[in-house]
Nanobody, 125 residues
Framework: VQLQASGGGTVQPGASLRLSCVASGRTFSSYSMGWFRQAPGKEREFVAADRSGPGTYYANSVRGRFTISRDNAKNTVYLQMNRLSPEDTGVYYC????????????????????WGQGTLVTVSS
């Protein structure tokens, strides 16, 4: 599986962005998809995940502001980000994990086998 993320940019606090991640291959629907981010000087952290079966999961810091969704017909997972703050600045990565991955493990980057190249989000006034 190859992943290509896009949609990053520079926005002001309070603005919205939508990230997209397109996957190659015909088995996209069988994967659980996640978004992670890494701020300068910090470790990569979990943002959101969409399990191949029902279930979406969010980091506490983004719950209520970010929404993960997927379109299996387009092999694409999205991350709608609203009310952005400077603390949301970082490189955002999409990743794919086997569909059998337990939901409790989707918050760990170690559960994901495939990664996109990252897209930079900068929130600054």
């Amino acid at each position: 599986v190859q992943l290509q993320a896009s949609g990053g940019g520079t926005v002001q606090p309070g603005a919205s962005l939508r990230l997209s991640c397109v996957a190659s291959g015909r088995t996209f629907s069988s994967y659980s998809m996640g978004w992670f981010r890494q701020a300068p000087g910090k470790e990569r952290e979990f943002v959101a995940a969409d399990r191949s079966g029902p279930g979406t999961y969010y980091a506490n810091s983004v719950r209520g502001r970010f929404t993960i969704s997927r379109d299996n017909a387009k092999n694409t997972v999205y991350l709608q980000m609203n009310r952005l703050s400077p603390e949301d600045t970082g490189v955002y990565y999409c990743a794919a994990a086997p569909g059998t991955t337990l939901s409790s493990l989707l918050r760990s980057w170690k559960s994901y086998d495939y990664w996109g190249q990252g897209t930079l989000v900068t929130v600054s006034s």
